[in-house]
């Protein structure tokens, strides 16, 4: 019983050590400007300031959520077409090399797109994708979010009885019809999940966005959260109401979604 609530007690630790930074910005939000540099600092706010309006309206985020929707909606769609395919494959070609494409396919994930931008620029350059900035963005993450996907629903394939296929060829269904009439329904769950997983990294792109956009109007939210940094003051308030405008609602699809979530990463999403 002790093992128990020594357990639970570490738990409620690590709980509150990770949640105490989004704590910390809301607060904050509701904070002034000579609060939020008090010493001892403050835990909760002694005179709450509601500034969402006026930080919605003076930085026109309506276009900077509707832009990052676009760009992770892009990018959504286009590695769940791509990336669905490649991991139906995976999964069923089984030999000594498949580990060393999964752990290649898998080493992708790991270039930074600091390191990858420059290429990448140049390229986009050469072919007149620059002219079209936000296809860009889009093309340059679903690249960079594609392996993950694949890695992902992979195991999602894997758990998916390969008898269940076999039966559908012999009914006379194609390969191509076993894989959108059986295999895709039952691994529906994980591809949704997955998807989810993908669409909330998109929407906090910001390297791509920042280097190959360069009209206001165009860029995320991410990138439109540089409108409180100036050279020599910095809104605090600003941006941390901002933030929190910013992350609700991923937080938000977290929360709605946190179960699927979970049996989808571990059992393949296969009820």
């Known amino acids: 019983m002790m093992k128990k609530y020594g357990l639970l007690a570490v738990a409620l630790c690590l709980s509150g050590i990770y949640l105490f930074p989004l704590y910390w910005m809301y607060i904050t939000a509701l904070k002034t400007g000579t609060e939020i540099f008090a010493n001892p600092p403050t835990f909760w706010p002694e005179n709450p300031q509601w500034a969402v309006a006026e930080v919605w309206t003076r930085l026109k ?10 760009i992770a909606s892009g990018v959504t769609v286009i590695v769940a077409i791509c990336g669905t395919g490649c991991a139906y494959v995976l999964a069923r070609i089984r030999n000594r090399w498949m580990d060393v494409v999964l752990f290649t396919v898998l080493m992708m994930q790991v270039l930074p797109s600091s390191l990858m931008i420059t290429p990448i620029f140049v390229a986009f350059n050469q072919v007149g994708l620059n002219e079209v900035p936000r296809t860009a963005v889009i093309l340059a993450q679903a690249a960079k979010v594609l392996p993950l996907y694949i890695v992902l629903c992979r195991a999602t394939f894997v758990q ?25 329904p039952l691994a529906r769950n994980g ?28 860029q995320p939210a991410t990138v439109g959260l540089q409108s409180f940094m100036g050279p020599n003051t910095s809104d605090w308030s600003g941006v941390m109401t901002y933030s929190a405008i910013y992350v609700t609602p991923v937080l938000i699809i977290f929360v709605l979604l946190q179960r699927q979530i979970v049996s989808g ?7």
């Open 160 to 184: 998916v009885p390969r008898e269940l296929e076999e039966a559908a060829l012999v009914d006379g269904n194609s390969r191509i019809g076993a894989f959108l009439s059986i295999m895709v």
């Open 265 to 271: 990463l571990t059992s393949g999403a296969l009820k």
């Open 61 to 70: 985020m309506d276009v900077y959520l509707r832009n990052s929707l676009l």
């Open 191 to 218: 591809i949704l999940v997955t998807s989810v997983l993908i669409f909330l990294q998109s929407f906090g792109e910001y390297v791509y966005s920042r280097s190959l956009i360069t009209q206001r109007a165009l």
